[in-house]
């Protein structure tokens, strides 16, 4: 049996993708944070290898690869990308020194590397993977810096490593409290979330369409070593059609509110991602609907009524 490990495996994206690849009957390690609540893995518990691993420690993060030698690595695990993580040293350790250790004791057949969007900095269009880089915040520094190590490694390793630049994935399980969530969980009973200011864009692309371009990254070991990607839709979405497709595919009667929620430093009128490169060489894109991808959510989040009160969802 094929042995994949995932770091940040109780994250939103990571949840996901360990289940799509214990669908695809791999034996899955998930590496978690000590002391992490692991909540989005509690129905698959049983179906996986766990293991406690603190990024900060580099030794441990190197230990992961050494003694499992899986064959694939998915590195998902990060820190910085909440406004709630501000702490400039531990995104060097997660973020860089965490992905230097796995990349020094890996010795299989691949290494995806979740990269982000952020690393670009502001763009007034969509840009290109060998575009210069221009990150404007401690994070997005970290997530460059990560990618480059990774590129390093591939090339003078002759292996197969390579990083996904993700933009704004949405979907079951993502963290309470972030838009796309807040947005089903207040129209589930009727209202609407505080809120930006409209013309606030995002690129976003559903989760499913995410694990789908991991899993055709790991696949595609003929590509030039150290390939970077872009995983986007394609297409710039502004908070106020966002609002509305909601309101028309939740039924919400309430009016939007805007500037009631103060603007984050990172929100932008233009971030949109272009995924032709993904397209042409790994042959993946996006294939589910912004409209088909909230109402798939929605009826997620009202089937699991256990995890109404961590997304604040009434009856």
Known sequence: MRVSLVTGAAGFVGANLVRRLLREGDHVVAAVRPGSDAWRLADVRGDLEPAEADLRDAEAAAALVRRRRPA??????????????????????VNVRATEALLAGFDGEAFVHAGS???????????????????????????????????????????????????????????????????????????????????????????DDVCAAFVHAAAATRVERGSVFNVASGRETRLDELVAIARTVLGVRAEPVWGTMPARRWDTATWVGDPSAARRVLGWEPAVALRTGLAATAEWLRAHPELHARYGAGA
């Not at 400039?88 to 350790?93: F, G, R, S």
């Not at 840009?127 to 810096?145: G, R």
């Not at 013309?199 to 976003?204: A, G, L, Q």
């Open 72 to 93: 694939r690595v998915f590195h998902l695990a990060a820190h910085g990308a909440y406004s709630w993580q501000e702490d400039a040293a531990a995104m060097i350790d």
């Open 117 to 207: 969007s952020s690393e670009y900095g502001p763009k007034d269009h969509p840009p290109a993977e060998d575009e210069a880089l221009a990150p404007a915040s401690h994070y997005a520094v970290t997530k460059a810096a990560a990618t480059h190590l990774c590129a390093l490694a591939a090339r003078s390793g002759d292996r197969h490593i390579v990083t996904l630049r993700l933009y704004s994935a949405y979907g079951p399980w993502e963290e309470p409290g972030r838009l796309v969530p807040a947005l089903i969980a207040h129209a589930l009973r009727g209202a609407l979330p505080p809120l930006v200011r409209p013309e606030t864009v995002r690129d976003f692309v559903h989760v």
